[in-house]
């Protein structure tokens, strides 16, 4: 999605005794710390889903999802995947059965010339994967990602100023996705224009989705979060969500990317996401339709810059410094600190099992569904909790 997404642009716990250890028994444990067999019941039912964990329980558990593998979140899921996370890929096999649709990042539109659009990407596409991941979830969408790249200020405006222009795109559309078998577009064009041309962009959106449903093929449309980390309006709001409501089959909602380098502290600070949804849908009638985001990966902020973390490299942090684990109470985020040998204070947000029960619990509360960045970036211990 957006350039810090990665920017790179991605999910187990019985306790262990707290003995000190010495520094050479504590190198030898730490090869023999995780379990990979699978448990009889989820993360829930044995008590791992807790606000105070302790580091060795989640490098020990991480892997051990529950081995019934059934889906409990009643609304929508929509998974992303990616090219350069192969785990990802996995992970929609093996919870398939869990997600509604999914959308590989694979493709993008691209404007030729005056009515002439090119799709790219479709090398990407990988059929064989593809028949996997219906064969666990026969009902599942696939639904790409499609993302408007390489658009000058000019094309926007050609393209908007245009019935054909939008005609010659949806028709574009719809015959990619008929000779790919996909079953819709995830369009990733809003933020593009910085919040400009809105009543346009309505307009092109709603043409491209009823081209699409016409032929039984799904449009989700990213947004960006409907009230910014600073408490200004977004780009995106109640007036364009309602008008777009009645054809957007989904909103991808981005409510993570809260904090940045410059301003360190929680991905998604969940009083901040429950006023993106409800200043979105104040009312019930549409809300079933937006995906509430979740991020399922970390940040490791530090004074020389930010480094984004998936879930190896934060197990391989978690063995390496030991630390405490800490509960941001209004946030409702695990993080922890440890310095490195230069002394510089490194502070990591990462997702938990607590941070996501949060927030799946909140979605369930405001009738919305799910969409999740991105898969096999979070712990694997995380899909017990859908």
């Not at 791992?48 to 989640?58: A, G, M, N, Y």
């Not at 400009?196 to 709603?206: A, G, Q, T």
């Not at 310095?339 to 099992?353: F, G, I, Q, W």
Request: charged share 25%; proline share 5%; net charge neutral.
């Amino acid at each position: 999605m957006r350039a810090t997404l990665f920017l790179c642009h991605a999910v187990a716990c019985c306790w262990l005794g707290s003995a000190t250890l010495s520094k050479t028994d504590a190198k030898k444990s730490h090869k023999a710390e995780a379990e990979t067999s699978l448990a009889e019941v989820s993360v829930l039912e044995r008590g791992l889903v807790v606000s105070d964990p302790h580091w060795k329980d989640i490098v020990k558990e991480e892997k051990r999802h529950c081995a019934q593998i059934k889906k409990t979140f009643q609304g929508p899921v929509l998974g992303y995947v990616t090219p350069w996370n192969s785990h990802g890929y996995d992970i929609a096999k093996l919870f398939g059965s869990k997600l509604t649709s999914v959308s590989p990042v694979w493709l993008q539109l691209r404007r030729r010339g005056p009515e002439i659009f090119d799709v790219t990407g479709i090398h990407d596409h990988d059929p064989g994967w593809v028949k996997a991941v219906r064969k666990a979830n026969k009902k599942v969408r696939m639904v790409p990602r499609l993302l408007f790249d390489g658009w000058s200020y000019q094309d926007y405006m050609s393209v908007l100023g245009s019935e054909d222009e939008i005609e010659e795109l949806g028709g574009e559309l719809v015959d990619v996705a008929k000779t790919e078998g996909f079953d819709g577009f995830t369009l990733e064009l809003w933020s593009q224009l910085g919040g400009n041309k809105r009543k346009e962009l309505v307009h092109l959106v709603k043409h491209v989705c009823e081209t699409l449903k016409a032929k039984r093929l799904d449009c989700i449309l990213v947004i960006p979060p409907a009230v910014t980390s600073t408490g200004q309006q977004g780009m995106f709001g109640r007036e364009e969500f309602e008008q777009l409501a009645p054809t957007v089959d989904g909103f991808s909602l981005m409510t993570y990317d809260y904090s940045n380098g410059a301003r360190p502290g929680p991905s998604s600070p969940l009083p901040w996401v429950r006023d993106c949804v409800l200043q979105l849908a104040p009312n019930t009638e549409w809300r079933q339709k937006i995906l509430l985001g979740l991020n399922l990966y970390g940040l490791d902020f530090a004074g020389q810059g930010t480094e984004p973390i998936l879930g190896a490299r934060y197990i391989e942090m978690l063995r390496e410094h030991r630390p405490k684990m800490l509960w941001d109470e209004y946030s409702a985020e695990h993080y922890f600190s440890y310095k490195r040998n230069n002394a510089v204070k490194h502070v990591v947000y990462y997702p938990s099992l607590k941070s996501m029960h949060m927030r799946i619990s909140l979605a369930k509360e405001l009738g919305t569904g799910l969409s999740l960045w991105e898969l096999g970036q979070g712990l694997d211990y995380f899909y017990d909790l859908l």
